[in-house]
């Protein structure tokens, strides 16, 4: 059966928990002088590794990225938001039962990013920090779920270009790659993998 997650406060919790107040702030942040940023959707997919995630290693993704700096600085503050799922159905050959599995990702990057503004409306940028990650497995027969979940820090790395349209409006590409070490039933397994999405948001 599933395990009681009553009052415990995951890494990814408290992370999504910082990223709504930065969300919230960042009008804010905006109107005050000197600062430039970006908030922008993302949606694609994240590839995790075959050996652990069989079935389910080709997951959608979803996520919000932001990142902000005062004028002069050289890099700016990356706080990034991804979850990835997939679905699936096994049958057992020996008995026949059908089991729906299911698995999932949240994944919480914070670090630094490098954008080059040369250019009015092109911006490639880099960037890389640490990753933290809660992945679950879960499975489903005759009506009894079952699931493992884990919790882990590791680290990302990324790059993408967006194109300013008009005066605020963004649209370009992110990809990256994270790695974190998870467990599940006392199985180690990457929760991290490789990351490529289409991005839409705004400029400041």
């Known amino acids: 059966m599933n395990k009681p997650l009553t009052g415990r406060l995951t890494p990814v919790a408290a992370a999504l928990g910082l990223l709504a107040a930065l969300v919230v702030a960042l009008p804010n942040a905006a109107l005050a002088q000197g600062w430039t940023g970006n908030v922008n959707a993302l949606v694609g997919a994240k590839e995790l590794d075959k050996n ?3 079935p389910l290693e080709s997951q959608d993704e979803v996520g919000i ?3 902000f700096k005062r004028a002069g600085w050289p890099v700016s503050i990356a706080v990034d938001f991804l979850r990835s799922d997939a679905k699936d159905t096994m049958i057992d050959p020996a008995s026949g039962l059908a089991a729906t599995i ?5 994944e919480f990057d914070v670090g630094i990013r490098k954008i080059w503004d040369r250019s009015a409306k092109a911006r490639p940028y880099i960037g890389g920090g640490l990753a933290l990650i809660s992945a679950e497995i879960s499975a489903e027969v005759l009506g009894v779920r079952v699931s493992a979940k884990d919790d882990a820090q ?5 790059r993408g270009v967006y194109w300013t349209l008009g005066k605020a409006f963004n649209l370009g590409f992110d990809v990256r790659y994270s790695q974190a070490d998870v467990k599940f039933l006392g199985v180690d397994g990457d929760a ?3 990351h490529a999405g289409l991005l839409l948001g705004f400029h400041w």
């Open 52 to 54: 652990d995630w069989e």
């Open 65 to 67: 990225l932001v990142d």
């Open 102 to 106: 299911e698995g999932e990702t949240q």
């Open 154 to 158: 590791g680290a990302w790395i990324g």
């Open 192 to 194: 991290g993998g490789t």
